[in-house]
């Protein structure tokens, strides 16, 4: 039996053998043959290429004060996909997280969910696979509890990291202009070859306002970490890393003081304007600005506080924010504003008129009306004020005057050019020159979005025709009622320049509408001797060490064709609006000796609604250093509502009739605020910043 | 040089070894001769050591070497496998390399005991041995049963300790269906029809409690034993055909009535193609080859493997020890704990071979066929050959259980080794 056994033993020998030279075998193809691959998937498994948010760059004011600062915060956030992965899908974890934070479930749940097609803010617009930040004011004790606690709440993160914050109450005021930041979504990665960080969720790019326009300089460049990982994925050391570079810090020419006295000044006026029965007046925009094209304030009411883009925005605050049931506070009306100018259009008509050449001292007829190829068109007052020179029309604002020069000029000007409908048609002698002043066209300011405004060129007329002909000729009746005439004319000849066009433009309304920044602008060409700067908001770039990176000069965009004498002309008028004109009420016992103001006022009828009242204004009159343009539509009279609004923000720049001088001597500072060392912002000298 | 030679003669053996034990003439019957009584006779201890009858003079050197070269590579590498999460975690990083050399010590001190045991004694053991083990795989299943990484097969001692009782099972059933078929009475030539049922109610008993844990590594390995042990056991060819195609039958019954859970399924489909799931049954498999394979020639090198020190495979310094091999010490320390494996089975066999009768030759190759099973499987699964089933590596992986079991074999053999030896 033993012997059969034994044989029955070589078997296993055999097998035995098999089986150790399968192994052998097998692994001298896994580690010496194919080895190289393992090696290379093993390098793969054990690192993670991270990108390193950089720090975002800092919005100054001229004197320093931050608009837009950084501070580190807790930020809490969550890994959507981590959380999915809970055996219940994550509501429970959520429910711990949204109790630990002390915040609602759904709000926490609407700032995780993704954005779609049917889903509308708030909502994560980044990668589903980024941490969605969900708290960026975590105390330390929450931050530690989730740290701590990493099994019941797997997927979530607290982590100190640098959160943009809006310096109050300056945030407040120049909110549109500062605009926001949100989460970048995959066009943006693709439109700006940005590098994404899959990493900390605050992967944000500035969505309006300077924070768009500047957001290349701004946002800094990414760094880059190559990191070991184990198993579950946690960081054992860091293999190499290239460190993110912080964003320059961008200085404005804005003053924040002067930003919020101005948006409070406008907002004042409004609420006065609501108060004296115009309950339509809830709008509005004030601008001041250097006569060199520096943008030193640009209010716009409207506002909202910023800070709510941060966290994550919730659904009413968005419906708010962008909703005209509260005023579109979402919109700049500085820029995007389209008003209609009404009487401070009149010096483009006057400077149009001496460059054709109209006479200076006329005289001119001043009538209750005058009737213009057939219709009848009134003065603001039925008197006849009797014959008077350009100087006291625009002292006085005489609308007939104005009338007749552009009659005059519609019958000298190639009325045959009205004969064609033609997209090449010459531009009339008076819209010329409006457009020489930069209107009907984007100033090119620093900012992402700006209205052109509108010139009724011949061009613009054959565009606006051809875009409205076909509902102008299905509704339009040669009998019909006096609409329907109207309409049946423009269906007709709807790009011919009539006359009625040409005298209505001449005052600033029917077709023309400005933005208060193109009207701030063409006063400032006028005040400063007839160059038409492009605004600038931004003064400089400095690195995060304090080192200048690049100055920002307003450009030159062109000059008035205007001769000298003729800008001396207008402007004394202007002087004279504001001592003995129609300005003169709004300014009684303002300190004029301390501080000539020239100026005009400007109240454009809309149909079916109150006025907009309009204020343009520039001084010192001897050497215009500042322009202040106050808009507010559907308040009343120009010299109503915007002048003195004007008037207040003349007195905190001066420092006159009891108010504190914004800036010392009336003179904005020249130089830069400077980094220090240690990162801490110091004025320029003899300015005091207000942090 | 003179310095270097400081040794002497005496260094690298052990003084009076001179090689080869000299072969002693058959003294007496062919069986029932007992050897020497108590080894421990009250004598010198160096003349006890001397002695020509000593056990030390008997033991299969070879065989113990080989043992502690695994055991002392296997605690190298549970130090090096648990050294950086230890360290990480702030414990002391040698916490399991202590534990696993107590272990070792242990293990030792139960191989020299079961080797010291004489046939009679060993005889009187092994049902003892296998009621144990089966009554600890009962107790397995009551409450008193923990589960640890998912297995249900251990049961929890007071003061922290933890026994797995498959892992005695296989030494038992081993010793027991040795015993039923290698003692037959009456002088028949092979086993028949009775010991085949005897034999075949001994394993069903240990497998039906594995299976009811359900441990599949150990119901694979035990019905191989099984196979294996009752093949050798010189019964009729055809009692063993009819027993294969019984065995067929019955496993297309298992799987035609769901007996094997379906992780149990997948587990043992998963291997086939390990990337079709990294993150599921696969992923242990996956991570553990591309390890192996980073080793390439010569490895890392001890602790310092990468992905030893991330964690990345799971179990590794219990059942995927081997990884920890592949990556730190390369293809040749791999090769050389392979080559280490094979001289254990070709002595455990060579010791069947030369065992003088039936129960020493069954339980001699029945250790060989657990230990070159088990190896086979274990180091198979990290390398993509063979289904990932919780089967530790012998005497390489960290567990006591595991080492004490490996251990008490290695004894049996030695016992069996000095028996024959007697002999030769």
């Known amino acids: ?691 | 040089m003179s310095f270097l030679r400081a040794g002497g003669p005496g260094s690298g053996r052990l003084a009076g070894y001179r090689g080869l034990a000299p072969v002693r003439p058959p003294v007496g019957g062919s069986s029932g001769i007992r050897f020497g009584g108590s080894p421990l006779r009250p004598r010198g201890l160096r003349q006890w050591a001397m002695a020509k009858d000593s056990p030390l003079r008997h033991v299969d050197w070879v065989l113990l070497i080989a043992v502690l070269a695994l055991a002392l590579i296997g605690t190298l590498l549970v130090w090096s496998a648990t050294q950086p999460e230890l360290a990480q975690a702030g414990l002391n990083p040698r916490t399991y390399l202590e534990k696993q050399l107590l272990n070792v010590v242990i293990g030792l001190l139960l191989m020299v005991a079961a080797s010291l045991v004489n046939y009679r004694q060993l005889r009187l053991c092994t049902p003892l041995v296998y009621i144990a083990a089966c009554l600890g795989l009962l107790v397995v299943l009551s409450p008193l049963g923990t589960t640890v990484n998912g297995a249900h097969s251990w049961i929890s001692l007071p003061g922290g300790f933890q026994i797995e009782p498959s892992e005695f099972a296989k030494i038992g059933m081993i010793l027991m269906l040795a015993l039923i078929l290698g003692d037959l009475r009456d002088r028949v030539p092979r086993p028949g029809p009775r010991e085949l049922a005897l034999a075949l109610g001994a394993g069903a008993v240990p497998l039906v409690l594995v299976v009811l844990q359900p441990d599949l590594g150990v119901t694979i390995l035990l019905l191989v034993l099984m196979v294996g042990v009752i093949s050798l056991s010189g019964l009729r060819l055809r009692w063993l055909a009819g027993l294969g195609v019984a065995g067929v039958l019955g496993g297309l019954a298992a799987w035609s009535m769901h007996l094997l859970k379906p992780y149990q399924v997948q587990r043992l489909t998963a291997f086939v193609n390990p990337s079709a799931d990294p993150r599921g049954t696969g992923y242990s498999a996956a991570q553990a080859k591309i390890a192996i394979g980073s080793g390439r020639m010569f490895g890392q090198g001890l602790f310092h493997g990468q992905l030893v020190a991330g964690n990345f495979v799971p179990e590794q310094h219990t059942d995927f020890i081997f990884s920890v091999a592949g990556e730190e010490l390369g293809f040749v320390g791999s090769i050389t704990i392979i080559a280490l494996l094979a001289i254990v089975l070709v002595r455990a066999l060579r010791i069947a071979a030369r065992a003088d009768d039936m129960f020493g030759l069954l339980a001699a190759s029945g250790i060989a066929i657990w230990f070159g099973v088990q190896s086979f499987i274990n180091i198979g699964m990290t390398i993509g050959i063979t289904p990932v089933t919780g089967l530790p590596l012998p005497f390489v992986s960290y567990g006591g259980s595991a080492m004490f079991a490996d251990m008490l074999a290695i004894g049996v053999l030695l016992a069996i080794h000095r028996r024959h030896r007697v002999f030769d």
Request: glycine share 10%; hydrophobic share 40%.
């Open chain 1, 1 to 691: 039996m033993i012997p059969a056994a034994r044989r029955r033993l070589l078997v296993v020998y055999v097998l035995v053998a098999a089986l150790l030279i399968a192994l052998g075998g097998r692994l001298w193809y896994l580690q010496v043959m194919t080895g190289v691959s393992y090696a290379s998937a093993a390098a793969q498994d054990q690192t993670r290429t991270v990108i390193v948010p950089p720090v975002r760059g800092r919005i100054l004011d001229d004197v320093g004060t931050p608009l837009v600062n950084n501070k580190t915060a807790l930020v809490v956030s969550v890994n959507r996909a981590l959380v999915a992965q809970q055996s219940d899908g994550g509501p429970s974890e959520l429910h711990r997280l949204a109790k630990l934070l002390n915040m609602n479930y759904n709000l926490l749940q609407e700032r995780i969910r993704l954005c779609g097609p049917t889903v509308s803010q708030p909502c994560w617009q980044g990668s589903p696979y980024q941490p969605i930040p969900v708290d960026q004011q975590a105390s330390d004790t929450v931050a530690l509890q989730i740290m701590e606690s990493q099994r019941q709440f797997p997927g979530v993160t607290a982590q100190v990291q640098p959160v943009i914050h809006y310096q109050q109450p300056y945030g407040t005021a120049a909110a549109q202009m500062i605009g926001y930041l949100q989460p970048i979504t995959p066009q943006e990665v693709a439109q700006r070859h940005l590098p994404v960080t899959g990493f900390s969720g605050v992967d944000l790019v500035g969505q309006a306002g300077l924070e768009e326009e500047y957001d290349r300089e701004l946002r800094g460049i990414a760094g880059q970490q190559v990191l070991s990982v184990n198993a579950a994925g946690e960081v054992t050391t860091i293999h190499h890393q290239t460190p993110a570079v912080p964003g320059d810090t961008l200085v404005t020419s804005i003053n924040a003081q002067l930003q919020q006295i101005t948006q409070n000044d406008l907002q004042q006026a409004i609420l006065k304007a609501q108060a004296e029965g115009n309950p339509g007046a809830t709008t509005g925009a004030a601008v001041v600005m250097t006569t060199r094209g520096r943008v030193l304030a640009l209010a716009s009411y409207p506002t909202y506080n910023p800070s709510i883009w941060t966290g994550g925005i919730s659904t009413r605050e968005f419906r708010d924010l962008f909703g005209t049931a509260h005023g579109e506070p979402i919109l700049d009306r500085a820029t995007q504003g389209e008003y209609a100018p009404g009487s401070t259009w009149k010096i483009t008509s006057t400077a149009a008129a001496l460059a054709h050449g109209f006479a200076p001292a006329g005289p001119y007829g001043c009538p209750g009306a005058v009737s213009v190829a057939g219709h009848v068109f009134n003065n603001w007052t039925s008197s006849n004020l009797g014959p008077m020179s350009l100087h006291e029309a625009l002292v006085m604002s005489c609308d007939t005057v104005f009338y007749q020069i552009a009659y005059q000029m519609w019958l000298r000007d190639k009325p045959r050019a009205d004969v064609t409908a033609d997209p090449h048609a010459p531009v009339q002698w008076m819209q010329k020159m409006e457009l020489a002043f930069g209107f009907g066209r984007s100033t090119g300011i620093d900012l992402p979005e700006e209205s052109p405004g509108t010139v009724p060129t011949r061009q613009w007329l054959y565009y606006y025709w051809k875009q409205y002909k076909d509902y102008w000729c299905k509704h339009g009746r040669q009998f019909g009622g006096y609409i329907q005439q109207i309409e049946y004319d423009d269906c007709q000849s709807g790009y011919v320049w009539t006359p009625g066009q040409a005298v209505n433009a001449s005052i600033g309304q029917g077709y023309v509408t400005v933005t208060p920044l193109q009207l701030a602008r063409a006063y400032a060409a006028l005040a400063n001797g007839g160059t038409l700067y492009t605004p600038r908001i931004g003064e400089a770039l400095l690195s995060p060490s304090g080192k200048l990176v690049s100055r920002i000069t307003p450009p030159v965009a062109g000059h008035l064709p205007v001769p000298q004498w003729a800008q001396a002309y207008i402007k004394a008028a202007l002087i004279d609006v504001v001592t003995q004109g129609t300005a003169a009420g709004a300014f009684a016992g303002f300190p004029l000796s301390k501080l000539q103001i020239a100026a005009k006022t400007g109240t454009a009828e809309v149909a079916g609604g109150q006025a907009t009242s309009v204020f343009a204004s520039f001084a010192p009159a001897s050497n215009p250093k500042y322009v202040v343009v106050v808009m507010v539509p559907k308040s009343g009279e120009g010299a109503d509502v915007s002048a003195p609004c004007a008037r207040q923000i003349w007195d905190s720049i001066y420092g006159l009739e009891g108010h504190k001088a914004v800036f010392p001597g009336g003179q904005a500072p020249r130089k830069l605020p400077s980094i220090a060392g240690n990162g801490a912002i110091v004025a320029p000298p003899g300015y005091a910043g207000s942090v």
